[in-house]
């Protein structure tokens, strides 16, 4: 069955800190992948796709599919990046896009 | 349209009374989702639909939730009866067949 799944409901992190924000999933097939925020009263919105491979507000993400794994890394968190974070999959043209239950982001000063 | 445009974006309502509540979708956007999001929590998914068929309303929850879309363009979600925890922000959002998905700015519905 497809899934995704985000292990953490919360994470908090110290300013300049890395951070990790852990993503895997279940698809038996080559999925394609995505990071959406939610910035506090903002509209859900995308981060970043596996396909673009590029970096985003300093984020990152690399698709394991070895570990089935799509990890949201920043080397130096900021405050501005406390938000809720949801992994997504996209698999077969028509089939949903399924989504994670999310990871709130707590960014300490 | 610019961007998913939902409405009413504040709606309080009496509980047992019937809500209705519409999206219009990104022009040329087949696929069309609804989730609800309750405070402080994360999404849950709805209806998706795929054109004005629904191949998956499994996250409705309950018969007094429905949903329809006309053509490839504007949907509505009906809650009747409305109850207490039915009171949440939900979302549409829409994306052409596997790729970006684009969210509205929600319904925020609160039943009292």
């Known amino acids: 069955a497809q899934r995704v799944t985000q292990p953490e409901k919360l994470l908090s992190v110290f300013k300049g800190a890395p951070v990790e924000l852990k993503c895997n999933y279940s698809?038996?097939?080559?999925?394609?992948l995505f990071w959406y925020v939610q910035y506090s009263r903002q509209r859900l919105q995308l981060l970043l796709r596996?396909?673009s491979r590029e970096s985003i507000k300093g984020f990152t993400a690399d698709l394991n599919k070895g570990e089935t794994s799509f990890h949201l890394k920043k080397p130096f968190a900021q405050e501005e990046d406390s938000a809720m974070y949801y992994c997504?999959?996209?698999?077969?043209?028509?089939?949903?896009?399924?989504f994670g239950k999310g990871t709130r982001l707590h960014i300490l000063p | 349209g610019a961007g998913v445009s939902q409405s009413p974006s504040n709606k309080v309502t009496e509980k047992g009374k019937d809500v209705e509540l519409r999206c219009d979708p990104i022009?040329?956007?087949?696929?069309l989702y609804w989730y609800r999001q309750r405070l402080g929590q994360g999404l849950e998914f709805l209806i998706y639909?795929?054109?004005?068929?629904?191949?998956?309303k499994s996250g409705l929850p309950s018969d007094r939730f429905s949903a329809e879309r006309t053509g490839e363009s504007v949907s509505t979600l009906t809650i009747q009866r409305t109850q207490q925890e039915d009171s949440a922000v939900y979302l549409c959002?829409?994306?052409?067949?596997?790729?970006?998905?684009?969210f509205g700015e929600g319904s925020w519905l609160t039943v009292v």
């Open positions: 959002a829409s994306s052409r067949s596997g790729n970006t998905i684009y």
């Open positions: 698809y038996s097939g080559s999925p394609e």
């Open positions: 596996h396909i």
């Open positions: 997504a999959l996209s698999g077969n043209r028509d089939d949903k896009i399924i």
């Open positions: 022009s040329g956007h087949t696929a």
């Open positions: 639909f795929q054109g004005n068929s629904a191949p998956d």
